[in-house]
């Protein structure tokens, strides 16, 4: 399969040449010898919902109207009914200024908050746990033919995750199509700009694949449930929480996808196992020397 075939799904691909997005940086190695390597750069964004500066976030820069449209959502900060009127960035100023049809009941609310690029750290609001109650997603079926086939595109697909290390990426998928690409330093960021995208678009999730490369945390659960998406699937492992709340919810969800090995803890009566294992390749040395970044 050649990087065109790869590329040939994606309506939003990676560009790891974009300007601005990574830096040459120069050292030294084990060695003592001189050595200059591709790294990550973040800048902060802060998002505001009509006038009020909701938070700070550490970003990469890129799509910065899908993240804040994504974070505000995925907030449970804009509702079925609330109209956004329009998405404005000011890049000198990093700045992103969503505005509604209306006053949210947010504005009063909230205090500000920062929101680093740590990867334990994504700002939690009470009201994401509240958007659960009574919350039931698609029960759509996973076919692990589906899952290799996604596993092996996603990881030849040129992407700042292989040229610098030291990001996430998500990607949300159809069946066996990767559709949209988008990649942070921080993991929530990521999946933000997906859900962004999605409500920009007016994309449904109800037949939609989430891959992402960082770990199955509580929130990645939330967040890919508030979404809608019936399915999570990640390169990394679980947390107790985090699998706890996708059996709650109905959510499909898949860790540790190397190769030809996954686990599954939520969702195994949904998965349709329609592919031989013995028939996948393992991972190329590559992908798991930059995985382990």
């Known amino acids: ?15 790891p040449d974009r300007a601005g997005l990574t830096r040459r940086i120069e050292g030294v190695d ?17 998002i505001f919902l009509n006038g009020q500066e909701i ?10 109207e899908y993240l804040a449209l994504g ?3 995925n907030q449970g ?15 000198e100023l990093e700045t992103v200024v969503v505005r ?9 609310k909230l205090k500000k908050k920062t929101r680093t690029s740590g990867c334990a750290v994504g700002t939690v609001f ?5 958007g659960l109650e009574g919350l039931t997603l698609p029960q759509a079926e996973a076919r692990t033919s589906w899952l290799y086939a996604l596993a092996n595109k996603i990881n030849r697909t040129p992407s700042l995750y292989l040229e610098a290390g030291a990001i996430h990426g ?8 990767p559709l949209v690409y988008m990649e942070d330093v921080g993991r929530h960021n990521a999946v933000d700009k997906i859900a962004g995208w999605m409500l920009s678009e007016g994309v449904g999730p109800e037949d939609k694949i989430l891959y992402t490369t960082g770990r199955l945390t509580s929130e990645m659960v939330i967040k890919t449930a508030l979404m809608g998406i019936p399915v999570l699937a990640s390169r990394s492992g679980f947390t107790a929480w985090g699998v706890e709340i996708a059996r709650q919810v109905g959510l499909t969800l898949i860790g540790r996808m190397r190769g030809k090995r996954f686990v599954c803890l939520s969702g195994e009566e949904r998965l349709v196992r329609d592919a031989d294992p013995d028939a996948v390749a393992d991972e190329d040395r590559k992908h798991r020397r930059k995985s382990a970044v």
Not at 30 to 36: D, E
Not at 77 to 91: A, Q, S
Request: hydrophobic fraction near 35%; glycine fraction near 8%.
């Open 1 to 15: 399969m050649t990087t065109a075939d790869v590329l040939a799904d994606y309506i939003i691909a990676p560009d």
């Open 30 to 46: 084990h060695t003592g010898a001189r050595s200059a390597i591709s790294v990550v750069e973040e800048r902060p964004l802060t």
């Open 55 to 64: 938070v700070t976030a550490m970003t990469i820069g890129d799509y910065p």
């Open 71 to 73: 974070f505000l959502k």
């Open 77 to 91: 900060m804009l509702r079925p009914g609330e109209t956004v009127k329009g998405v404005d960035f000011d890049e």
């Open 100 to 108: 509604t049809d209306g006053q949210t009941r947010y504005e009063e």
């Open 126 to 130: 009470g009201d994401m746990m509240e």
């Open 170 to 177: 998500t990607v949300l998928c159809r069946e066996d199509r």
